[in-house]
């Protein structure tokens, strides 16, 4: 059963500095990994998606990374400002259950 | 395009009230899928329709909730009776390519059964 997990749960930093957000997953037999962000009282936002066969995905100041044999993707947030403080969620889209699984999210507050 | 329309944003029932929570996914878009958010669970998938017929009902948790398609531009997730256990955020999302691929959410609607 896959199991994805992201670590820390919060975090605070001041605006400017670059962070990296983890996620973690059980099973490699991954198909897609995304990224979202979610804004206290509204949806999901996708930032990336990667692939199985990709290593990486960038979007502006967001690059996303994969390494399926040891089970872990990061979230790279580069010159972090007040704007990007939301919950960061992964989810593994699994070959055998054929839908995402989340993960609980990172609450991020960039202090400006 | 005006994104995934959820209504109501908000719902107040007592236990034992039937409830229905609406979607209207993105025009052209033929999956859509109804997620349930709670602290205690975080989010988890309750079923996709792909042009308006239920594929994966696996995450439905019981036969108090349902959910319908009629066609492609509407679908409602019931409950009857509610619960205070279902108190939680139900979203709706859709996606144009597939369950694995970019899928674009609704707002939600947050639920609390007294």
């Known amino acids: 059963k896959q199991e994805v997990t992201q670590i820390p749960a919060a975090l605070s930093v001041p605006e400017g500095e670059n962070l990296v957000l983890n996620c973690s997953f059980t099973?490699?037999?991954?198909?897609?990994l995304q990224w979202f962000r979610q804004d206290p009282g509204k949806g999901l936002t996708s930032l990336l998606l990667?692939?199985?066969?990709?290593r990486e995905q960038t979007s502006g100041r967001l690059n996303a990374s994969l390494d399926k044999s040891s089970g872990r993707s990061t979230l790279y947030i580069a010159a972090s400002q007040p704007g990007d403080s939301a919950t960061y969620l992964c989810?593994?889209?699994?070959?055998?259950?054929?839908?995402?699984?989340f993960g609980t999210g990172t609450r991020l507050k960039v202090l400006a | 395009d005006a994104g995934v329309i959820q209504s109501p944003r908000h719902e107040v029932t007592e236990m034992g009230q039937e409830v229905t929570l609406r979607c209207k996914p993105i025009?052209?878009?033929?999956?859509l899928f109804w997620y349930r958010q709670t602290m205690m669970r975080g989010l988890e998938l309750l079923i996709y329709?792909?042009?308006?017929?239920?594929?994966?009902d696996s995450g439905m948790p019981e036969d108090r909730f349902s959910a319908k398609m009629p066609n492609a531009s509407f679908s409602t997730l019931k409950i009857q009776p509610s619960e205070p256990r279902d108190s939680a955020v139900y979203f709706c999302?859709?996606?144009?390519?597939?369950?694995?691929?970019?899928?674009?959410f609704g707002p939600g609607t947050r639920l609390t059964v007294t």
């Open positions: 099973d490699s037999a991954i198909y897609n």
């Open positions: 329709f792909n042009n308006n017929v239920p594929i994966d």
């Open positions: 999302a859709s996606s144009l390519e597939g369950p694995s691929y970019e899928q674009y």
């Open positions: 989810a593994v889209y699994t070959s055998g259950t054929y839908k995402y699984i």
């Open positions: 025009s052209g878009h033929d999956y």
């Open positions: 990667i692939q199985s066969s990709q």
